[in-house]
């Protein structure tokens, strides 16, 4: 079963937009983590955050977690063409051991 | 320096049939794990490999075995294939237990 659930699950904007997805998950977790995938190729990690933390910043990318919400959202600021891609979420719950959880991702298109 | 590398990128077999895919991780890890991703949908945790042993299974049945070797590289099997087995099968690594997964392209298996 899935543990994450990412919002929306499409977003168009335009190059220069901000782009705000957001991921909701079920149960106490470790940490969470966010992953880039480009059109049936192989995800690539962006950003982890520990449960223990509430916002982490690596270039334009803003991730903040609420662990009493259950919940997370990644802000990419300045979106490029290149940021097309699906985006997901996983989580490192405290009661799944070593396996990672992954939502059903938010596709998001980036036009010129 | 490779990152994880998979073969075959792209596979055809019939139902009934048994399918072996390859993994090999990147460089200086040790862990391997397996995850099926259907169309639209995100990973599903198949199993993970540490120091030859299966270390922890998700939901999927015996048909699924797996192999890992002596250089951490891994094997997955699927025997008895049933046209919802056809998905992207993805191996990623990690230097350790938990933390980011580093991904290979995938596998995309298409069975009829």
């Known amino acids: 079963s899935q543990q994450g659930e990412e919002d929306p699950q499409a977003l168009s904007i335009q190059e220069g937009e901000n782009a705000t997805m957001n991921c909701s998950y079920k149960t106490s977790i470790n940490n969470l983590q966010w992953y880039r995938q480009n059109s049936g190729r192989g995800l690539v990690h962006l950003i982890l955050?520990?449960?223990?933390?509430r916002e982490k910043h690596s270039g334009r990318l803003r991730v903040t977690l609420d662990t009493s919400k259950k919940s997370s959202s990644l802000l990419i600021t300045a979106s490029r063409a290149a940021d097309t891609a699906s985006y997901f979420c996983?989580?490192?719950?405290?009661?799944?051991?070593?396996?990672?959880?992954f939502g059903k991702g938010t596709s998001l298109l980036v036009t010129p | 320096d490779a990152g994880v590398t998979q073969s075959p990128t792209h596979l055809i077999k019939t139902r009934g049939q048994q399918v072996t895919l390859r993994c090999s991780p990147k460089?200086?890890?040790?862990?391997v794990s397996w995850y099926q991703q259907a169309l639209g949908q995100g990973p599903q945790f198949i199993f993970q490999?540490?120091?030859?042993?299966?270390?922890q299974r998700g939901n999927f049945p015996d048909r699924f075995s797996g192999h890992q070797f002596p250089n951490y590289s891994s094997e997955l099997n699927v025997n008895a294939l049933l046209l919802g087995d056809s998905a992207l099968y993805l191996c990623?690594?990690?230097?350790?237990?938990?933390?980011?997964?580093?991904f290979g392209n995938g596998t995309r298996l298409t069975v009829t």
């Open positions: 990623a690594s990690s230097p350790g237990t938990f933390g980011p997964l580093h």
């Open positions: 490999y540490y120091e030859e042993e299966e270390r």
């Open positions: 996983a989580t490192d719950a405290e009661n799944s051991g070593y396996a990672l959880n």
């Open positions: 460089s200086g890890h040790d862990t």
């Open positions: 955050i520990r449960s223990n933390e």
